[in-house]
């Protein structure tokens, strides 16, 4: 089984910023993508960005020039550095991880437990 453990969210004033964490363990032989989506209260889950192994990213329109995703593939670990925050950035974000765990085995997507963002206006 893999895990996924998320931290870094919480409280913060409109205009700072926050860094989220996600690190993932369990029997794992490599993960392709690593990345954050998030929900907010009465809307679909929406994603805010991923990364590949080699490093390439894409993030969603909304978020782009403030939110800086990045990833070290030594501690499966996975990190979403949260600038500029808006009030419409609330919402709790979910980490995920597309893992390899047996190599006769395509990727199985793992998600984080959730943590909650507040931006306060």
């Known amino acids: 089984q893999v895990q996924l453990v998320e931290s870094g969210g919480g409280l913060v004033q409109a205009g700072g910023s926050l860094r989220l964490s996600c690190a993932a363990s369990g029997s794992i032989i490599s993960i392709n993508v690593m990345g954050w989506y998030r929900q907010a209260p009465g809307k679909q889950r929406e994603l805010v960005a991923g990364?590949?192994?080699?490093?390439?990213?894409n993030d969603a329109n909304s978020v782009k020039g403030r939110f800086t995703i990045s990833r070290d593939n030594a501690k499966n670990t996975v990190y979403l550095q949260m600038n500029s925050l808006k009030p419409e950035d609330t919402a709790v974000y979910y980490c995920?991880?597309?893992?390899?765990?047996?190599?006769?085995?395509?990727?199985?997507?793992?998600w984080g437990q959730g943590t909650q963002v507040t931006v306060s206006s």
């Open positions: 995920y991880a597309d893992t390899v765990l047996s190599p006769l085995v395509r990727s199985f997507r793992y």
């Open positions: 990364i590949t192994s080699d490093g390439g990213t």
